[in-house]
């Protein structure tokens, strides 16, 4: 049982990412209009020949939102994957 709670304390600092991640992707399901918004946003990069995966398009997805850039990475690709698979 100690091991138990050993390994718990040391890995306790990777729990919360895993736990906020799942709480991100909700917010995409539970707030459509704003992932459309978004999808536009990303259409308006891709007609200016900037990818949304590229480092602005992430770096804009962080500042909106509020996000680390590996969690706007991961939204982006949510939000594309759900509501605009047509982005590149």
Known sequence: MKFLLFFLF???DYLPPAFSQSNLLE???KNPDEA???C???REFNSKG???N??????FVSKKNNLTPVNAE???IYVIGLHCPDII
């Open 10 to 12: 040391l890995f306790s």
């Open 40 to 42: 536009n946003k990303f």
């Open 27 to 29: 917010s995409v399901k």
């Open 36 to 38: 459309i918004n978004l």
């Open 54 to 59: 590229s480092d602005k398009a992430i770096e």
């Open 74 to 76: 991961i939204f982006s």
């Open 50 to 52: 900037i990818s949304a």
